[in-house]
């Protein structure tokens, strides 16, 4: 996967954290939809792989109620 590709996916990983869906998507989409498919196929096991970016569990920035 390109540098490029994968600043571009932590990025909108972090905007999504921060309830920021709408810019998180102008960031990852144009980066998914350039993709050709191998690198998609890459993009595709990042994501998989990193699920918990996004919703941010288990991320030390997140927090249990109590």
Do not use: C, K
């Amino acid at each position: 996967m390109r540098p490029s590709t994968l600043r571009a996916l932590n990025r909108a990983a972090e905007l999504t954290r921060q309830n920021r869906l709408t810019e998180a998507m102008l960031i990852a989409e144009p980066v998914i939809l350039t993709a050709d498919e191998y690198e998609g196929e890459e993009i595709r096991r990042w994501l998989l792989d990193h699920v918990a970016d996004f919703t941010g569990e288990n991320h030390p920035d997140s927090q249990e109620l109590p």
